[in-house]
């Protein structure tokens, strides 16, 4: 289960690939409502056969290519147990009981922990360290039939975690997550259905500075941020930074089978998101007011023949921020993203026991910033060309392994940077940030995974993923790198 | 069509629902956008400089200042000959301003016939500038400030750090910034308790001299003299602390058996009724210099002893959030900021900073600490960090 997230656009640090496709999907629900679309209403009709589900994750990624204020390194874990089950033939119900750890390593200043969704408001202290998160999230989905043809249901997630920094002055965090789905959805007739959800997210952060014993012999200073290359300096010993951040979305699913073998699915639909900060434990002072307005579209088309699958994807992000000065009625940045992809894919049936699938995907991603308080303006583009192409081996009855490789080019174009008149903000911080987004990038990487019945373990599946993300060009990334490795073990019963 | 109605009918209340859910969270982006906003100022000159020189009250070529207090960012214009300095791309902020217009011997000749270099200052300590109001042609009046040949070139009073509440290694450093012998005799420093910007005087409950008669303590063109509160060396009680056992001049309250180190000239106690020594505050205070004729016939006013401000020749104050202007005590005329951001017991100290002129380096005044004073730390007792 995935918490509702907002729809920051950026370029991607690495693709990432579940099974190796992203076009093909190997899921039972992937051409539903709900494996598509996240509708819960559509829980009562998913297609999934495991009643109870153990999953074990973990993922790191390290290397010098990275954003200024990413981590140099991270390392995360996932622990959580789902099940589902029918009741009396009109309900569904589904819930997930997890534990997360996150170590951010080789950390740049940075305090607050949604650093990358847009919000120029961030909090930093001036050193370099490795903080570490952990905590708990709680996920519950319900659907009912209500009548012939026509469900509804509701999804609740919640997560709360800690965040420690390993340095003086050792600042903590505490995160709270809440997040809520409404759905319907009607089927029209046999091969159509149309669905509606609204989403609602309230995520709370608490980051608190204390005196603690390395404030004998050094200065807290701390970096209020209003923007990349705009900051606040102040010694203080002690703060408090609490910011709340709201979504709100309403979605429109359609799924329809244009004929026997042809599906298709789609969602689209828009939505706000807003944060707002203050600073003062006792006395809080406001800090700024970002609002983000978002709108989405997910296209999903798959064909099949008794040997073939032919899937194609479109998808469309688009994403208007602007930011507001604490103190004035005066905005202090306006951003707009936009995200466009497709991809094509097939898979097809060797033989009996063996499966071949391959597919492409192109995404372009741009990005037109203005940053008053920098006298900036730039204009970015950057594409991404990638292929993947494995095969699955059905080794036995319930045994099957997996193998896929994937390699993918991106690039982008200096951004066009206008600044009209010299100005004292502009510094290393946002040049290095321009420089992240252009550098001409290689990726190579290897997936593969095996399913078998484990007995008492019930049916098991594991994936491990490795990946290498190369800069080419860039004078500030050249020669450096980002690897990635995953794995992940899911216990099916 | 039953069920079609029935459909429609709470897919319309779903709608409702989300409509009335979405709306709350917005709000509309501010029209103004940042650093749009045009800002200009005019400097007219109070004296009979400008009138008599140019036949213009307008001040041309003094240099305006603008330090964003929570930004910490400096922006300068110089003025046209119409007096008018014009800024662009300026962050929403309050600024303190300064400005300064140095006055060429040749000028101070035409008017005067003395042939010295003189300057014009004035300033606002706190205006708010924001891009969704305009500002244009603010008024700023210079005037001819009193010669001070002599400077406080860096306070320090935070204390050592690893030390507990060790804080007798406090001292004051003033500087010649002539190039001729100036004299310390009689000179008084005092502490600003309390200040109007409309009164004549200076409150004080801590007010000492130099001692001399006239000519007895020189200060060298370009030299420092230290001012400690006792002149010792202090790295034997606090490691981290400092040697001011060679200081000049040394605070000693003789009623408490304070520290006096018989080879340092004592200053002369005129009133500080509390305390076992000279002590100026940690976080946030106030300090003149004073050229007084007579200390003797200073009234008083309840505990305070009063000090008229027309023989204020050089202030400075800090503060403990030097951002909080609001909170000075010390009027804006004497200095226009604060200095400040350091807490007891982190070693910091207040330095003026370097400037560089055409005859050399001297230290930065714009009789604005938010400008002329940087932190620094260790402290540098008697000399400059930046050229020991």
Same mark, same amino acid.
């Given at each position: 289960m995935v918490l509702a997230i907002s729809a920051s656009v950026r370029a991607q640090e690495f693709v990432e690939q579940t099974n190796g496709?992203?076009?093909?999907?190997?899921?039972?629900?992937?051409?539903n409502i709900y494996g598509s679309?996240?509708?819960?209403?559509?829980l009562f009709f998913?297609?999934?056969?495991?009643a109870l589900r153990v999953h074990l994750s973990t993922r790191s990624s390290t290397g010098g290519?990275?954003?200024?204020?990413?981590?140099?390194y991270e390392n995360s874990y996932e622990y959580c147990v789902e099940g589902a089950r029918e009741l009396a033939g009109r309900h569904a119900v589904k819930g997930q009981f997890g534990f997360q750890q996150e170590l951010r390593g080789d950390?740049?200043?940075?305090? /607050?922990?949604?650093?990358?969704?847009?919000?120029?408001?961030l909090l930093a202290d001036s050193t370099v360290g490795a903080t570490s998160y952990s905590g708990i999230v709680l996920s519950g989905i319900y659907s009912v039939?209500?009548?012939?043809g026509f469900v509804a249901g509701a999804q609740l997630n919640y997560g709360v975690n800690n965040g420690l920094k390993e340095?003086?002055?050792?600042p903590t965090s505490t995160n709270r997550d809440l997040s809520t789905i409404l759905g319907v959805a009607y089927i029209?007739?046999?091969t159509s259905v149309i669905g509606l959800m609204f989403k609602y997210a309230d995520r709370q952060e608490e980051i608190v500075y204390q005196v603690d014993q390395g404030a004998i012999s050094q200065q807290t200073i701390l970096y209020k941020f209003r923007g990349i290359d705009s900051y606040l300096r102040v010694t203080n010993n002690t703060e408090t930074r609490r910011s709340q951040f709201r979504s709100y979305r309403g979605i429109v699913n359609i799924a329809m089978?244009?004929?026997?073998?042809t599906a298709i699915v789609a969602d689209g639909g828009g939505g706000v998101e807003t944060i707002s900060l203050t600073d003062g434990g006792t006395s809080p002072i406001s800090q700024g007011y970002w609002q983000n307005s978002i709108g989405e579209i997910h296209l999903r088309a798959q064909r099949s023949w008794n040997d073939l699958i032919i899937a194609a994807a479109v998808e469309y992000l688009m994403s208007n921020q602007w930011a507001r000065h604490p103190m004035y009625d005066v905005t202090l940045m306006k951003r707009s993203d936009r995200h466009a992809s497709f991809g094509i894919g097939s898979r097809f049936s060797l033989a009996e026991s063996w499966k071949l699938a391959g597919e492409y995907l192109y995404t372009q991603e741009t990005d037109r910033l203005d940053d008053f308080i920098s006298v900036l303006t730039s204009d970015a583009r950057r594409t991404l060309h990638e292929i993947s192409a494995g095969a699955e081996w059905d080794v036995a009855k319930e045994t099957a392994l997996s193998l896929y490789y994937s390699f993918g080019l991106g690039s982008g174009t200096k951004p066009s940077i206008a600044i009209p008149s010299p100005t004292q903000?502009?510094? /290393?911080l946002r040049s290095r940030e321009f420089d992240y987004f252009r550098a001409r990038t290689l990726s190579n990487g290897i997936n593969a995974g095996v399913r078998f019945n484990?007995?008492?373990?019930?049916r098991v599946a594991c994936t491990a993923r490795v990946g290498l993300l190369s800069v080419d060009? /860039?004078?500030?990334?050249?020669?450096t790198d980002r690897r990635v490795a995953d794995f992940s073990v899911n216990f099916l019963f | 069509m039953t069920i079609f109605r029935h459909m429609r009918c709470e897919f319309m209340l779903f709608i409702v629902g989300v409509y009335l859910c979405l709306t709350p969270g917005c709000e509309k982006m501010p029209s103004a956008n940042e650093g749009t906003s045009a800002v200009s100022f005019v400097v007219q000159d109070a004296s009979a400089f400008m009138q008599t020189l140019y036949g213009s009250k307008s001040v041309r070529g003094a240099v305006v200042t603008l330090r964003s207090v929570n930004y910490g960012k400096e922006h300068t214009a110089l003025t046209d000959t119409g007096g008018v300095a014009k800024f662009t791309g300026i962050p929403s902020d309050i600024y303190s301003i300064s400005v300064i217009r140095y006055l060429s011997v040749a000028e101070v000749q035409q008017v005067t016939s003395v042939g010295m270099e003189r300057k014009l200052a004035g300033a606002m300590g706190s205006l708010v500038l924001r891009a969704d109001q305009s500002a244009e042609g603010i008024p700023v009046t210079v005037d001819l400030v009193?010669?001070?040949?002599?400077?406080?070139s860096e306070m320090y009073n935070t204390g050592p750090t690893g030390?507990?509440?060790?804080?007798?290694d406090r001292f004051m450093e003033l500087y010649n910034v002539s190039d001729s012998v100036q004299y310390l005799d009689g000179i008084v420093v005092a502490n600003v308790r309390k200040s109007f910007i409309t009164a004549d005087y200076i409150h004080t409950q801590q007010i000492w001299k130099f001692p001399g008669?006239?000519?007895n303590y020189p200060i060298r063109p370009h030299e420092f003299k230290l001012l400690a509160e006792?002149?010792?060396?202090h790295r034997v009680n606090a490691p981290t602390s400092i040697d001011l056992?060679?200081?000049?001049f040394e605070f000693v309250v003789t009623r408490s058996g304070d520290v006096d180190n018989p080879d340092v000239t004592n200053m002369i106690m005129?009133?500080?009724?509390?305390?076992?020594d000279w002590t100026p505050a940690g976080e946030g205070d106030a300090y003149v210099l004073c050229r007084v004729?007579? /200390?003797?016939s200073l009234k008083y006013e309840a505990d305070d002893l009063l000090v008229p401000?027309?023989?204020?020749?050089e202030g400075i104050e800090y503060l403990?959030?030097?951002?909080?202007?609001?909170?000075?005590?010390?009027d804006p005329k004497i200095d226009a900021g604060a200095t400040g951001g350091a807490l007891f017991y982190t070693g910091y100290a207040f330095e003026r900073k370097l400037r560089l002129t055409e005859s050399g380096w001297t230290l930065q005044d714009n009789n604005n600490s938010s400008l002329d004073f940087e932190k620094i730390t260790p402290p540098a007792p008697g000399y400059h960090h930046l050229k020991p």
């Open positions: 496709m992203k076009v093909v999907r190997q899921s039972a629900d992937a051409m679309g996240g509708n819960p209403a559509w998913s297609q999934e056969e495991s290519y990275h954003r200024p204020f990413e981590p140099g950390w740049r200043w940075m305090s /607050t922990k949604s650093y990358d969704n847009g919000s120029p408001f039939l209500l009548s012939d340095v003086s002055p050792k029209l007739d046999k089978n244009v004929e026997e073998n903000m502009y510094v /290393t484990g007995g008492f373990l019930g060009n /860039t004078a500030v990334f050249k020669g | 009193p010669v001070s040949d002599i400077i406080i030390a507990g509440l060790y804080f007798h008669s006239g000519k006792d002149a010792i060396d056992s060679k200081a000049d005129i009133y500080q009724p509390f305390g076992f004729p007579n /200390t003797d401000k027309s023989t204020v020749f403990k959030d030097p951002t909080r202007l609001d909170l000075k005590k010390l």
